[in-house]
């Protein structure tokens, strides 16, 4: 049987404010699958690491990836089953999407397998349903944006409702990865159950500005709107060093800067390539002041979302 090779991109999910509501693709770094069909049931044969080797699961029922497959072939009604080979791209516990770029690719790839019968929107339902088996809730901020590509908004998950948004052409998206841990599952129990109706207008207020902003690809907008007073608050406590590298990336010349997902990878922007070296440059040197080394990248919106790869 034939191999074919998918990637599923990095997200950064929630936008800011926009908490399990935002998401946004980004280019240079993802998950790859490589499938292939098999008479029945999903096997995982190997899981090649980019980063440290955490271990994951080759179980399918216990594999984002593989929970994946196993739901999307369900979908199709398909008897048949596939062999899956991931490699990961994806540091796990990062705040980048990598369970749900796992899942998105494993998605793409058995639906492809299988005669294409389903929209990249059909696939979001499997691949949620895999990224609620590791992170504990149903929530399509990576899952969506890594099917689809540019910056999308859930505004339902039952039923599933989300749409794609757009892009911004200009926007340079600075990542850094503090060498630390935390599961979506531990950062989501830190929520408050209750928070003050200025907040909420703000949070709202700011969340559909980001939306207005990728709708019309309007740097100006979205650099105004990265304002988050109800999470960033409270998860930036698990993170050591955030406030102090939050005033250096705007000292250097961020437009804004907040959590991607639940952490700890921080995300900055701007839209000048040279103004996002400093500001890179800024927010590892401060992590180093706080004995953290990191991983970093300057990216963009990816607006393709999950594809084919040779
Ligand atoms: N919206 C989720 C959260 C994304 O912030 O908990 C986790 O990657």
Same mark, same amino acid.
């Given at each position: 049987m034939k191999w074919i090779k998918a990637f599923a991109p990095a997200t950064?999910?929630?936008?800011?404010?926009?908490?399990?509501?935002l998401g946004l693709a980004v280019k240079k770094i993802g998950d790859i699958v490589e499938a292939r069909k098999r008479s029945s049931g999903v096997k995982i044969s190997s899981i090649a690491y980019a980063g440290p080797n955490v271990n994951l699961s080759t179980d399918p029922r216990k594999n984002t990836a593989g929970i994946a497959a196993l739901e999307t072939l369900k979908i199709l009604n398909e008897k048949g089953g596939v062999e899956l080979r991931l490699k990961k791209g994806l540091p796990l516990g990062s705040g980048l999407g990598s369970s749900a770029a796992s899942a998105a690719a494993a998605a793409f790839a058995v639906n492809h397998l299988y005669?294409?019968? *389903?929209t990249r929107e059909d696939l979001i339902l499997p691949a949620t349903v895999a990224e609620e088996a590791v992170s504990g809730a149903f929530f399509a901020d990576n899952t969506a944006p890594a099917l689809l590509g540019g910056a999308t908004l859930t505004r339902?998950?039952?039923?599933l409702d989300v749409t794609r948004i757009g892009s911004i052409k200009k926007l340079k998206i600075i990542l850094v990865t503090p060498e630390m841990v935390i599961l979506t599952k531990e950062a989501r129990k830190? *929520?408050?159950k209750k928070i003050h109706m200025k907040n909420f207008i703000f949070n709202m207020a700011n969340t559909a500005l980001i939306t207005a902003a990728f709708a019309k690809d309007d740097y100006a907008l979205f650099s105004r709107s *990265?304002?988050?007073?109800?999470i960033e608050p409270v998860r930036? #406590?698990?993170? #050591?060093g955030f406030s102090k590298v939050k005033e250096n990336a705007l000292k250097a010349g961020a437009d804004g800067m907040s959590i991607s997902g639940s952490g700890p990878t921080l995300f900055a922007i701007t839209d000048k390539l040279r103004k996002a070296r400093r500001i890179e440059d800024a927010m590892v040197e401060t992590f180093k002041q706080f004995g953290i080394k990191s991983s970093h990248i300057i990216t963009e919106v990816d607006s393709d979302g999950a594809r084919l790869v040779t």
């Open positions: 950064i999910g929630n936008i800011g404010p926009g908490f399990d509501v005669g294409n019968i *389903l339902s998950c039952v039923p830190i *929520l408050p *990265l304002n988050d007073v109800v930036s #406590k698990l993170i #050591k």
